[in-house]
C-alpha cells in the first residue's frame, strides 16, 4: 500500500511540476505572492498549534511535548518575521529565493507538528491529547493546501510532513483504531492532493488569462497610438506622450515642438501613387528619429504632417536640430529606382515662452509652421508674439470682410486698358476697394489673402464680377470689362455657374467679359480648372494671363488653354532691373503673341517713354498711371464719353 501511494504521489507531483513549467514567469510571480497575503493567518494557525501543543504537554505531562512547544514557538515566529519583513513587490528579491523561505518555514513547522502528534499516539498519551493533536495536525495540513495551493509543492509537501510521522505511529500501535487512521490517512492524501491541483489550475488560468487579457490590452494600446505607415506615433501616441511629459515637467523646464509639414507632397502621391508616397514617409519617418534625441517623441500627425516632440530642448539646440531636420529630409529619396527630392516647412514653439501648456504650444508651432510655408516654404520659423496679432489681425478682417459684402461697403474701380496705336480704351480692368467706415480705405492686399484663406474669395469673387458686368453693360459694345478670378474661386464648385448667373444677370454678352488668370492657377494641374475654362469659352468668355513671367511660365499651357490676351508683368516695364534684358523678354513674348494671334499687355506704364518702348516692342495694348489710375464706374462713363467726342485717352494723361 505504501508503495501504491508513492507511485500516486510521484505521479501527482509530476502533473503538478509540468503544470508548474507551463506558468510564465510573471504568473508564477504573482502565484508565490500569493503565499504572503495575510500573514495574519500564519500567525492565528500557529498560535492554535503552540495552545494545542502546551495543552497537551501539561494534561499528558509528557515533557519532550514542551520541547515540541518551544521548536513551533520559534519557528512560528520566524515565519511571521519573515511574511512581514519581505515584500514580494520587491523587483530585487527572486522568486525563487521567496518560495525558498517559505517553504523552510513551512516544511518545518509542518514537520514538527506532525511530529507531536505521532509522540503523543507512541508515548500513550491521554486519549484527549491524541484526538487533539492529531486533529490539530491533520486540519492543519488539509487547510494549508487550500491556503498554500498557489504553489503545489509547498502545500502537499506539508500535508505529507504532517501525515506521514502521524501513520508511522499509527502503524507502531498496529490497533484496529489506528489501523482505521492509517488507511483514513492514506485515502485523504491523494484526495487533498486532488482538490489542492484543481485549485492551483483555477489561480494559474486566471492569472494566466488575466495576464493574457493585460498584454492584449497593452499591444492594442500600442497599436492605438502608432501609425501604420510610419511606424512613429500617431496624434492619440503623441498626445500621450505630451501629457505624460507635461504632468511630469519641473518649472523652468525648456520643451522644444517642431511641425514639419513636407512641401508639395501631394504631387508624388498624384504623379508617383499612394505606395510610393507611403514609402517615402516612411522613409522620411526614419530619418526624423535618426536626428532625434533620444527622449524626443517623433510623431506623424497626419497626412504628410510630423511632430517632434522635445523635452530639455532651449533654443540653441533647436535650432540645430531644425537644421539637422531640413538636411535629412533634402537628401535624395530613391524608390524603385526613382530619385525623389523632398522639401519641408518648419515651424517651432517653445515652452514655456510660447506657451504655458500643450495646447497652446501647438497652436503657437502651427502658426510658426504657417509663416514659414506663406514666406517661400522650405524653411524654418520660430514662433512669436507678432504671429498671433497677426492671427488675430486676419480674423477680424474676415469678420468684418463678410459684413462689409452684406453692408455695400465695398467698391468697384475700373483701370482702362488702352490700344497703343489709336489710344481708345478697349478694356476696363475691374478692381475691388474697400472702404472701411471707421478704418478708411484698406489695400487689397490686405484683405484679398485673407479671403482667400478663409474662403470668402468665392463669395466676393462673384460679387465682384457680377458688379463689373453691370457696369459694363452701360458701356458702348465695343467696350469689354476684364476682372481677376483667384484659383480658390475656379476650383470651388458651381465656379462657372456663378459667372454665367452674373453674365444672365447683368444681360451682358458673354464676348464683353474677360478673365484674368495667373500662372498659379496650373501648378496643380487640377481638372476642375479644365473643365471651368473650356465650359465658359464655349459660352464666349475670353480669358487672359495675367502677370506672365513672374511664375511658373510655360508654353505649354498657353498653348492648351484659349488666351486672347497676355499680360506682361509691369516688373519687365517699371521695376528696377529694366533693361535690355527685359527688352528682350517682352519682344520674345510679343513675338509668340503675334504667332498665337494673342494680343500683348503691358502693365505698369508710367511715362510716356515706356509706352514708346513697349509700342515700339509690339506691344499691344497698354495699361498704368500714365494712362488713368483705377476710377469709379460713373468715371469710366465719363471717360467714355469724353473719348467718343474724339479725345483719345492715350494722349493725355488723367490723374
Known amino acids: 500500500m505504501a508503495g501504491s501511494l508513492t507511485r500516486s504521489l510521484k505521479r501527482k507531483l509530476v502533473?503538478?511540476?509540468?503544470?508548474?513549467?507551463?506558468?510564465?514567469?510573471?504568473?508564477k510571480r504573482t502565484l508565490v505572492k500569493s503565499l504572503y497575503t495575510q500573514p495574519s493567518t500564519l500567525a492565528i494557525g500557529a498560535f492554535n498549534g503552540i495552545a494545542s501543543t502546551a495543552i497537551?504537554?501539561?494534561?499528558?505531562?509528557?515533557?519532550?511535548?514542551?520541547?515540541?512547544?518551544?521548536?513551533?514557538?520559534?519557528?512560528?515566529?520566524?515565519?511571521?518575521?519573515?511574511?512581514?519583513?519581505?515584500?514580494?513587490?520587491?523587483?530585487?528579491?527572486?522568486?525563487?529565493?521567496?518560495e525558498l523561505i517559505y517553504e523552510i518555514g513551512a516544511f518545518s513547522y509542518a514537520f514538527v507538528i506532525g511530529l507531536i502528534a505521532a509522540l503523543t499516539i507512541i508515548l500513550d498519551?491521554?486519549?484527549?491529547?491524541?484526538?487533539?493533536?492529531?486533529?490539530?495536525?491533520?486540519?492543519?495540513?488539509?487547510?494549508?493546501?487550500?491556503?498554500?495551493?498557489?504553489?503545489?509543492?509547498i502545500a502537499i509537501g506539508q500535508l505529507g510532513l504532517v501525515s506521514l510521522p502521524i501513520m508511522v505511529a499509527a502503524i507502531w500501535k498496529g490497533s484496529l483504531a489506528f489501523i482505521a487512521l492509517f488507511v483514513n490517512?492514506?485515502?485523504?492524501?491523494?484526495?487533498?492532493?486532488?482538490?489542492?491541483?484543481?485549485?492551483?489550475?483555477?489561480?494559474?488560468?486566471?492569472?494566466s488569462a488575466a495576464e493574457t487579457s493585460a498584454q492584449l490590452a497593452e499591444k492594442m494600446q500600442?497599436?492605438?497610438?502608432t501609425d501604420v505607415v510610419t511606424g512613429l506615433a500617431n496624434r492619440a501616441g503623441l498626445n500621450h506622450a505630451m501629457v505624460e511629459t507635461m504632468m511630469a515637467t519641473q518649472p523652468g523646464r525648456r520643451i522644444a515642438l517642431f511641425w514639419i509639414d513636407l512641401d508639395r507632397f501631394k504631387e508624388v502621391n498624384d504623379l508617383m501613387g499612394h505606395p510610393v508616397g507611403d514609402r517615402v514617409l516612411a522613409e522620411v519617418a526614419r530619418r526624423l528619429r535618426n536626428v532625434s534625441p533620444e527622449a524626443a517623441t517623433v510623431a506623424r500627425f497626419g497626412g504628410d504632417e510630423f511632430v517632434i516632440f522635445c523635452p530639455d530642448c532651449d533654443r540653441k539646440m533647436s535650432e540645430r536640430l531644425a537644421s539637422e531636420v531640413h538636411a535629412e529630409i533634402m537628401r535624395a529619396i530613391r524608390v524603385d529606382g526613382e530619385r525623389l527630392e523632398v522639401r519641408a516647412s518648419v515651424g517651432v514653439a517653445m515652452l514655456p515662452e510660447d506657451g504655458a501648456d500643450v495646447d497652446s504650444l501647438m497652436q503657437s508651432a502651427d502658426l510658426a509652421l504657417y509663416h514659414a510655408k506663406v514666406n517661400g516654404r522650405s524653411q524654418t520659423h520660430f514662433y512669436d508674439e507678432s504671429m498671433s496679432r497677426d492671427l488675430v489681425r486676419k480674423r477680424e478682417i474676415e469678420h468684418e470682410l463678410r459684413a462689409a459684402i452684406k453692408r455695400d461697403e465695398l467698391s468697384i474701380f475700373f483701370q482702362p486698358i488702352v490700344d497703343l496705336e489709336s489710344g481708345r480704351i478697349k478694356t476696363f480692368e475691374a478692381l475691388v476697394r474697400w472702404f472701411h467706415p471707421e478704418k478708411g480705405e484698406l489695400r487689397p492686399d490686405e484683405f484679398i489673402p485673407v479671403a482667400e484663406e478663409s474662403g470668402v474669395i468665392v463669395t466676393l469673387g462673384n460679387w465682384i464680377t457680377a458688379q463689373a458686368a453691370r457696369a459694363c453693360a452701360q458701356w458702348p459694345d465695343e467696350v469689354s470689362v476684364a476682372v481677376n478670378l483667384s484659383p480658390l474661386q475656379i476650383r470651388a464648385p458651381g465656379a462657372a455657374l456663378g459667372i454665367l448667373s452674373a453674365l444672365r444677370a447683368s444681360g451682358l454678352d458673354p464676348s464683353r467679359l474677360e478673365l484674368e488668370v495667373t500662372e498659379s492657377l496650373f501648378l496643380d494641374d487640377s481638372p476642375a480648372t479644365t473643365h471651368f475654362i473650356e465650359e465658359l469659352s464655349a459660352k464666349g468668355v475670353k480669358f487672359a494671363l495675367d502677370d506672365f513671367g513672374t511664375g511658373y511660365s510655360s508654353l505649354g499651357y498657353i498653348n492648351t488653354f484659349p488666351f486672347d490676351k497676355i499680360k506682361v508683368d509691369r516688373s519687365f516695364v517699371s521695376g528696377p532691373n529694366v533693361g535690355k534684358q527685359s527688352e528682350a523678354i517682352i519682344r520674345a513674348v510679343v513675338e509668340m503673341g503675334s504667332t498665337l494671334e494673342m494680343e500683348i499687355v503691358a502693365e505698369g506704364l508710367e511715362s510716356i517713354e515706356q509706352v514708346k518702348a513697349v509700342r515700339k516692342a509690339g506691344c499691344t495694348l497698354g495699361q498704368g498711371y500714365y494712362f488713368s489710375r483705377a476710377v469709379p464706374d460713373y468715371m469710366a462713363a465719363m471717360l467714355l464719353a469724353v473719348e467718343r467726342k474724339g479725345d483719345p485717352l492715350a494722349q493725355r494723361k488723367i490723374g
Open 185 to 207: 490517512i492514506l485515502l485523504l492524501i491523494p484526495a487533498m492532493i486532488s482538490i489542492t491541483l484543481n485549485v492551483f489550475r483555477v489561480l494559474r488560468d486566471s492569472i
Open 125 to 153: 498519551g491521554d486519549a484527549s491529547v491524541q484526538v487533539l493533536m492529531t486533529a490539530n495536525a491533520l486540519c492543519y495540513g488539509v487547510g494549508i493546501c487550500a491556503r498554500n495551493a498557489g504553489s503545489p509543492s
Open 56 to 98: 497537551a504537554a501539561w494534561v499528558s505531562e509528557i515533557n519532550i511535548l514542551y520541547i515540541g512547544c518551544a521548536l513551533l514557538t520559534i519557528i512560528a515566529v520566524a515565519r511571521v518575521t519573515a511574511a512581514l519583513g519581505m515584500s514580494p513587490d520587491e523587483d530585487g528579491t527572486s522568486t525563487r529565493k521567496l
Open 15 to 27: 502533473i503538478m511540476r509540468g503544470s508548474s513549467d507551463t506558468v510564465s514567469g510573471r504568473a
Open 222 to 225: 500600442t497599436l492605438a497610438r
